[in-house]
């Protein structure tokens, strides 16, 4: 248990479907990350908010939207994938500051169909 | 952020100390050294982190060159447990530094 917890832990989504991934941190933590891991491949961070605030988006499709309501909370809204999005998203959380740790959650292991 | 090089496996005997090197030559003066670990589907585990002095926790201990251009993880006592992938990653956060292949580290028994 890292003090992120993901869900769901499992997910099979159409292409036409519109389904979200929720995070939650009990870290106290002000930064929060969504990541995305396809098979055999290193992780590619998707989106980056600090301070509730988008400040990166590494060029991910607009299918893919993010929200983030609060320090605490990050959701990744999913909407009209296609199967090459079927991958392990991960979201992470950490302090603003320079020389901190990182802490990730179990992932949401997504199936598009 | 600076770019990291690590061997793609490694084994290690099970008991015995498991020494990961990671090179780092480009590492800027204010980057750290992560290092994280994923078993298999899991999300990435932190371990260690430094600047320039080595480090010790209960998981590990970090050693640092003096030149900071490489590190090397090391893993006191390998289990079977500690069999996953190995990523060094540096950066002045590390939420938002770049993770690469990493080292496959398999402990045998």
């Known amino acids: 248990e890292t003090g992120v917890t993901q869900t769901p832990r499992h997910l099979v989504m159409g292409m036409t479907n519109k389904k979200s991934l929720k995070c939650e941190q009990h870290l106290g933590h002000n930064a929060m990350y969504w990541y995305k891991q396809s098979a055999k491949k290193p992780l590619e961070l998707m989106f980056v908010?600090?301070?509730?605030?988008?400040?990166e988006n590494n060029s991910v499709p607009s299918r893919f939207s993010p929200e983030c309501p609060n320090s605490s909370h990050l959701f990744l809204h999913l909407h009209t994938l296609q199967p090459e999005d079927s991958a392990l998203y991960l979201c992470?959380?950490?302090?603003?500051?320079?020389?901190?740790?990182?802490?990730f959650g179990q992932g949401t292991r997504l199936t598009v169909v | 952020d600076a770019k990291t090089t690590q061997p793609p496996s490694m084994d290690c005997a099970e008991g015995r100390a498991a020494n990961l090197p990671c090179n780092h030559s480009?590492?800027?003066?204010?980057?750290?050294v992560y290092w994280y670990r994923q078993i298999h589907s899991q999300g990435p585990q932190y371990i260690i982190h430094?600047?320039?002095n080595n480090e010790t926790n209960e998981m590990a201990s970090l050693i640092i060159t003096e030149d900071r251009k490489s590190s090397t993880l090391i893993l006191p006592h390998a289990t079977l447990r500690d069999t996953a992938v190995y990523y060094c990653?540096?950066?002045?956060?590390?939420?938002?530094?770049?993770f690469g292949d990493g080292t496959t580290l398999t402990v045998k028994p």
């Open positions: 990653i540096v950066g002045t956060n590390a939420g938002k530094s770049t």
């Open positions: 908010y600090s301070l509730e605030e988008r400040v």
């Open positions: 480009t590492i800027s003066g204010n980057e750290y």
């Open positions: 430094g600047l320039k």
């Open positions: 992470a959380s950490s302090q603003v500051r320079p020389s901190t740790e990182a802490f």
